[in-house]
Each structure stands twice: as C-alpha cells, then as structure tokens.
C-alpha cells in the first residue's frame, strides 16, 4: 500500500511538472512585459515587488509604433477576409459531403483537408512562386488566397463533426410543412449547425492570424502582418516591446479558446437535446 | 445523375475548385520545377537547338558557337546571364567567369574566321568538350540533377551514377537529421504526454476542464510568442540562467548555451508540438471506462498489470494519431529551428527555404520539397489508415 501511494505520489509529481514545462513559459512572459528595465529578465526590483522595477513603458513604446498599429490593421484586413472566405466555402462543402449521396467521400476529403497537414514550407514555397508567376504575390489578395486555402480544412472538419449530429428527418419535418430546400436550410438547418460554423471560422481565423510563413515569403513590405512583424522583431533587434505584443496575443488567444468551448458545450448540448427527443 | 447527387456535388465544387486553384496548382508547378525548367534554356534557346543535335563525343558544330556567342552577349544585356552561369557554375566551378568573360569579350573581339576560333581565342576551354557538356546540361529542360544532387549522388563522366564522397555529403545527414530529431521530438512528447492525458481523463468533471485549459492555452497561443518565451527563458542572460546563477549554481561564465543550438529546437519543438499529442491521446482515454481497471483488480491483477493488459492496449490507436500527428509537423518544421535553432539545430525546412531566398537554386529546393513531401504523404496515407482523417479532433 506505501509502494502503492508513492508511485501515485511520483506519477502526480511528473504531471505537475510537464504542466508546468506547458504552461510557464506563457506565464513568465506576463510579468516580464511590465519591466521598467530593457531586459528580458526578472530584476532585482522586480523581485522584491519595487513598484519602480515595474513600468509600462514597453506599451507605450508599442502603442507610439506605427508599425505595429500597421501589422495589426494587415492581420485584421487578410485574416477577416481569408475567414469569410473559408467559412462560406469551408460550410458549402461540408453539407454536400455529409450527403449520402456523395461519390468518393474520403479522396474529396483528404484533397480538401491537404493544406493542413503539408509542410508549411512546401506550400510557401510553392505559393511564391507560382503567386509570383501570375502578379498575385506581395499583394493582399494574395494572401487572402492562400489563407483561405490554407483556413478552410478547419471549417469542413468542425462543420462535418456538427453535421454528423445533425438530425436528417428534421430538414424532412420542414419540407413536410411546406418549405422549400433554401429556406428550411436557412431557418432549420443553419442555426442547429452554427456552432460548428462559428468555430470553424474561429479556427480559420486563429490559423491566419497565426501564419508567418507564408507571408515570409509572398508577403512586400505592404503585406507585414503581426506574426510578421514579431519575426523581424525576433531577428533583427529584439525589444522587450515584442513582450508586450505577446501578452496581447495571449490575451486574445485565450478569449478565442473560452469562444471555442463554450461554442462547443453549445453544439453539444443540442446534439443532447436530440438525442433526448 | 439522381438530383441529390447533383446537389452535393455542386455543394462541394466550390471549395474543390478553389483548392486545386490556389493550393494544388501551386504544388504541382512547384514539383515540375524540380525535374523540368525552361528558365535557364531559355537564356540560350538558338543554342540548345543546335546542341540537340549534337553527339557528345567530339566539338559541337560552327553553328553552336556562332550561336552561344551571340547570346551570350544578349543574355548579359537584359540581365539573364546569370541563370546559366550560376547553374553551370554548380555542375563545375569555374564556368561562371567562363561564361561572363565571354559574354564581355565576344563583342570587343575582332572577327578571327570561324566563331570556333575565336571562342578558343578568348578562352581554350571552348575547345574542351567537357565546357559544352555542362552548357548543355545546365541548361536542359528535363533534369534529374537536382534529384541527384538532394540525395547526395553524382553522374560519373561514364554515365554510373555514385555517392559522393563522404565529406561532400550535405543533404542525406540532414535529412538523417530531421528524421532522428522528429522522432525524438515525438517520443519526448509521448513520454510527457501520455500521464497528463492520464491525468485529464481520469480526473472529476471540474477539475478536468481546468486541466484540460492548461493544454489548451499553449495549443492556441501564437508560434511565435511561444518561441519569444523560450528565447526570455534560455537565452544565456534569460530567466533559467539567471536563476541558477543567483542560486549558486552556476558562476557568470559558466552560463549554460540553451539556445541558438540543437538544445534551443529540441525544447522548443517538444513544447509547440506537446499539445498535439495530449489532445487525440486525451480523448481516446476518455472512452475507456474507468471500471475496467477496477474489473481486472476485482479478479487479481497488480495495478501494474491492469495497466499493461487492460488500459494501454486500448489506448494504442490514440497514440498512434499522436505521434504521426506530431511527427508530420515536426518534419516540416521551419519557423523554430530557424529563430531558435542557430546554425546546428537548422533541419530540412530551413535547407529549403535558403535555397529559395538565398542561393536562388529553385531546382534544387524544389527538389527537397518533393522528397519531404512524399515522406509526408506517405505518413499522411498511414495516419488515414490507422485513425481515418474525418475521425481526426481539434482543440
């Protein structure tokens, strides 16, 4: 029984610290953005809680940064306009592949999902050139482009999963009643499923948001998004302000996150409701 | 056709249009560049038709030097010199200031009878047969050199093809290592994974969604913020060596080298890809009843032994989506090793991207990219056998 509780002890100690390898890196980033000195350290001050090791000087800096105000305007322009895209075209899809009728299901669907799971690299280099070749490259449509492609396997696998709950005789009740295929779609069919959707094109979002790669390579000087920005930043002369870019990353990834489980919990509570009916 | 066949199919037109457009075509080109360009035939198309006709074995005819030496000169006008003598350059050094210094000086040298001898004048080497075989090499259409060249083979003047020496060899130890760090990188994150997926499982209601955050939040937060974390952290005046230093442990000039090496992307890898392992293997456990474990007590099993028998088994296919998922990732990994990676932790990814931005040898990137992507492929065809693609969780 003691040989028992000592290996539940160790096995719960070697969980508590692969937790902590996870998740204090981001931690440490948080206080370290407020610090008054240009070091990417804890101070001495900082330390004892000396109200005067702290500053936000490296916000001020940030906010005073017409860069930074540009990288953002950028991830905002493509990432909204790559989501929109995604997301119309990432749904159109999943419904006819949630068809029973539909022909080669699983080779439509792994050419669908391919962008996600080839190297990055690849589809960069490929972009550039081929981009290049056509005058799309260092635009902004461009980009939207390849985001799209590369946001879109996001929305055909949330949505899918969403569709796979979805009850079919519902859509038959609504013809039943008298409405045509568009409009039961519209006022039955797309509310139940507009978890899957919203989260699909949170996804969506969060992945161009995120992508530097691509824009490293087909990106001008016009195209610089925040993940852009950072990496010149990351290279060239590193500031603590890019700290404090990061602490409003994490904020905004945390919010993502909570949107995307409380759109999950939602989805799976009305498969629940279904399931019970 | 049945109509509901009709609109599915319309349905997913769209969306399969636009990714054969802007995803597939992209690839595709980028493929054919590795064996087949005409950006360098170009530069001397009159020539590459005469050449065409030529044998191999003795000097190419009159009309091959009259016509290299008239687009020669052209090529350096509008600027297109370049290609031919970088590539020729590569087959053998010293073609490049071949080729610029006869671009130079044909027009400048006065007219000694045939364009053989005055080519010959300006430089004997165009009197070699080898210069005009690598000419017409560098600037054939179809190729395999770049094939050749990413797995570290080479022709010999008789046609065999051989290894190249052992220390000439740069492309087949980096993909050793990439390999060798991606599986390392996965069974790290197995070896860390695994109990905290354990861990999640098992746990009640409330706690698990808190535990379950934990994952979470590094899995959705920003590349490259988790990669600015880990320079605050290792670099040689980051936190970690601060720390022990102030701790006694280590003296000012004994600071540990963490990052800007194979340690760097090592950490930093198993840390950005950790969560794509927690997450399928978390919910493959999270079928498992928990009974089970408390079954094979009730009929005499040591905890040891119900784990090995009854719960591992049943959670082979969560760490098989587990380890392919990260180690897909991890094989095409570019953004890490190339900010935290210094010049010792640079894997495939990296090769490829300078070849593009740097030395400019598409061909050859291109090359590598087709290689790392069929090892991807392949991987892509197992995970979808073993786990099944529309099967795959995300968050």
């Known amino acids: 029984m003691r040989l028992r509780r000592l290996g539940q002890f160790g096995f719960n100690a070697y969980c508590a610290l692969a937790f902590f390898f996870l998740v204090a890196p981001i931690l440490v980033i948080i206080p370290l953005s407020f610090n008054a000195e240009p070091y990417f350290t804890f101070t001495q001050g900082m330390l004892r809680f000396d109200a005067d090791a702290y500053s936000l000087r490296w916000y001020e800096t940030l906010a005073e940064d017409g860069q930074w105000l540009n990288a953002l305007v950028n991830s905002l322009i493509i990432g909204t306009a790559a989501t929109a895209l995604a997301t119309l075209l990432g749904t159109l899809a999943a419904l006819g592949l949630a068809s029973p009728a539909m022909p080669g299901r699983a080779l439509i669907m792994s050419i669908l999902i391919s962008p996600m799971i080839t190297p990055v690299i690849i589809i960069a280099v490929g972009m550039f050139f081929f981009y290049s070749s056509i005058g799309l490259a260092q635009s902004h449509l461009g980009l939207i482009l390849a985001h799209t492609a590369l946001g879109a396997p996001f929305v055909v696998i949330t949505v899918t999963a969403t569709l796979a709950g979805f009850d079919p005789t519902l859509m038959r009740a609504a013809a039943s009643l008298g409405a045509g295929p568009v409009r039961s779609f519209l006022r039955v069919q797309l509310p139940l499923i507009s978890p899957g959707v919203f989260s699909g094109g949170l996804f969506a979002f969060a992945a161009s948001f995120d992508e530097v790669v691509v824009v490293l390579f087909m990106g001008g000087i016009e195209q610089r998004t925040i993940p852009r920005q950072m990496w010149a930043g990351i290279r060239e002369q590193i500031s603590p302000t890019l700290l404090a870019v990061a602490v409003f990353l994490i904020v905004f990834s945390v919010l993502t996150l909570l949107l995307v489980e409380w759109l999950r919990r939602r989805s799976s509570s009305a498969a629940l409701a279904k399931s019970i009916s | ?395």
């Not at chain 2, 050859?364 to 099944?388: M, Q």
């Open chain 2, 1 to 395: 056709m049945p109509h509901a066949r009709l609109v599915s199919l319309a349905l997913v037109l769209p969306l399969f249009a636009f990714v054969g457009v802007t995803f597939v075509a992209p690839l595709a080109s980028l493929l054919s560049k590795s064996a087949y360009e005409t950006r360098i035939h170009d530069v001397i198309p009159e020539t590459m038709d005469v050449l065409a006709a030529w044998d191999g074995q003795d000097l190419p005819p009159e009309a091959a030097f009259a016509a290299i030496a008239k687009e020669l000169p052209s090529a350096r006008a509008n600027r297109t010199l370049l290609r031919l003598s970088g590539a020729a350059n590569r087959l053998q050094s010293g073609m490049r200031s071949l080729i610029t210094r006869t671009a130079q000086r044909v027009p400048r040298t006065e007219f000694a009878g045939t364009w053989r001898e005055t080519l010959a004048e300006i430089d004997e080497d165009w009197a070699d047969v080898q210069t005009w075989i690598i000419i017409e090499s560098a600037a054939a259409k179809f190729t395999l050199r770049h094939y050749l060249q990413a797995l570290d083979l080479e022709a010999q003047p008789d046609g065999s093809i051989k290894a190249r020496p052992q220390q000439e060899r740069v492309y087949m130890p980096l993909l050793w290592r990439t390999l060798l760090v991606s599986l390392s990188v996965t069974l790290l994150c197995f070896l860390i994974g695994y109990p905290i997926a354990m861990l999640i499982a098992d746990a009640p209601p409330r706690r698990r969604n808190l535990l379950l955050l934990l994952v979470l939040i590094p899995f959705w937060t920003s590349l490259l913020v988790r990669t600015t974390a880990w320079i605050v952290l290792l670099q040689r005046q980051g936190v970690i060596n601060d720390f022990l230093v102030t701790l006694g442990f280590l003296r000012d000039d004994t600071r540990l080298e963490m990052i800007y090496n194979m340690t760097g992307t090592f950490v930093a890898m198993t840390h950005v890809l950790l969560p794509f392992m927690v997450l399928p293997l978390y919910s493959v456990m999270r079928s498992i009843p928990q009974n089970q474990l408390r079954a094979s007590a009730s009929l005499g099993a040591t905890p040891i032994q119900g784990f090995v028998r009854v719960y591992f088994p049943q959670t082979l296919p969560g760490i098989g989506a587990g380890a392919l998922l990260v180690f897909i990732l991890a094989i095409g990994y570019y953004i890490t090793p190339a900010l935290v990676g210094g010049s010792s932790g640079q894997l495939i990814a990296n090769m490829i991207a300078y070849h593009v931005q740097t030395s400019l040898n598409w061909g050859l990137a291109a090359a590598l990219s087709s290689i790392l992507l069929v090892a991807v492929i392949v991987l892509y065809l197992l995970f979808n056998r073993l786990v099944g693609i529309d099967r795959m969780r995300l968050g």
